[in-house]
């Protein structure tokens, strides 16, 4: 069974954050999206393939490189949402629920 895919607006914002701070790295942020893409593509046949986020657990998450992507899937209907993209060493739970649109960095 093939699901749905929506994006939420918090990942379309993560991504343009994520894109204009690789901007000077055009070889890495065409792997990342890559793999992005690539693992999204793969929720559309297998939505709980990715591990239960613990911290927040009506989230799933995607690991990418630097970068986590998190989504829900809505069995009844069977939807999966894209909420957000998010850098590993940001503080993940204080911007899933705010929504506030992080920079992906790989500073620290």
Not at 7 to 27: C, G, K, Q, R, W
């Amino acid at each position: 069974m093939s699901h749905k895919i929506e994006y939420i607006s918090t990942f379309y914002a993560d991504v343009l954050n994520v894109a204009e701070f690789l901007a000077e790295y055009p070889d890495k942020a065409s792997r990342i999206f890559a793999k992005i893409d690539k693992a999204l593509q793969n929720l559309r046949e297998m939505p709980e393939m990715y591990a239960v986020y613990p911290e927040i657990p009506s989230f799933r998450f995607i690991v990418t490189e630097d970068c986590l992507v998190f989504y829900k899937f809505k069995k009844p209907g069977g939807i999966v949402e894209v909420h957000r993209l998010i850098h590993g060493r940001m503080d993940i739970p204080a911007h899933i629920r705010t929504g506030r649109p992080p920079y992906c960095n790989n500073s620290g």
